[in-house]
Nanobody, 124 residues
Framework: QVQLVESGGGSVQAGGSLRLSCTGS????????MGWFRQAAGKEREFVAA????????NYADSGKGRFTVSRDNANNKMYLQMSSLNPEDTAVYYC?????????????????WGQGTQVTVSS
């Protein structure tokens, strides 16, 4: 069955960096648009970034532009989110997701498979 597994979360001080990974299985990873979302405690899930089949087409939420970079390695069924200049507002559970549509989108309802999430905590 389809499975998405995130890793790489942890605790970091403000200004630090983390790289999250997402490994997909049970489907043709390279054929699907992928995305990252996050959900802070007491808040709704929000879009972070999305990437098309190759690394040439990406989309970012304003909150991550210039600080976050999404990439993918189709040969190894992996997607990454490199995060730098982290601040406490980035504290959240980060989820990777598989899009059910064939265009970059920030709408969570257009993603049909989700990982279990990985916690990122940024302290000031």
């Amino acid at each position: 069955q389809v499975q998405l597994v995130e890793s790489g979360g942890g605790s970091v001080q403000a200004g630090g960096s983390l790289r999250l990974s997402c490994t997909g299985s049970g489907y043709t990873f390279a054929s699907k648009i992928m995305g990252w979302f996050r959900q802070a405690a007491g808040k709704e899930r929000e879009f972070v970034a999305a990437i098309a089949w190759s690394n040439s087409h990406t989309n970012y939420a304003d909150s991550g532009k210039g600080r976050f970079t999404v990439s993918r390695d189709n040969a190894n069924n992996k997607m990454y989110l490199q995060m730098s200049s982290l601040n406490p507002e980035d504290t959240a559970v980060y989820y990777c997701a598989r899009a059910s549509v064939m265009f970059l989108t920030s709408r969570s309802d257009l993603y049909d498979q989700w990982g279990q999430g990985t916690q990122v905590t940024v302290s000031s």
